[in-house]
Nanobody, 121 residues
């Protein structure tokens, strides 16, 4: 069974920083693209940042220059460094990964359970 486990959320003051981590657990062959998304109550889940297996990155306009996504393939982990946080960054943050379990090139998307980020004074 493949699971994605996020950590690092919490309460932070405006202007502060947090670092989210997401690790893939389970027996797998390889991980392709990974990303971070966020979702507020009654809203759709939106892309925050995305990183390919080759290291190319994509960011939502609202977080460019403040957030940085990175990955450690050996640890099967993706990170989201969030700086200069604003109240509007408050949401549940979800990790997504495309995982090949068998080595046959059949990638399946998995989601983490989400971690709450609250930016408030």
């Amino acid at each position: 069974q493949v699971q994605l486990a996020e950590s690092g959320g919490g309460l932070v003051q405006p202007g502060g920083s947090l670092r989210l981590s997401c690790t893939v657990f389970g027996r797998i062959f390889s991980i392709s693209d990974m990303g971070w998304y966020r979702q507020g109550p009654g809203k759709q889940r939106d892309l925050v940042a995305y990183i390919t297996s080759g290291g190319s990155t994509t960011y939502a306009d609202s977080v460019k220059g403040r957030f940085t996504i990175s990955r450690d393939s050996a640890k099967k982990t993706v990170y989201l460094q969030m700086n200069s946080l604003k109240p509007e960054d408050t949401d549940v943050y979800y990790c997504k990964g495309k995982v090949d379990r068998t080595g046959w090139g059949e990638y399946i998307i998995y989601w983490g359970q989400g971690t709450q980020v609250t930016v408030s004074s």
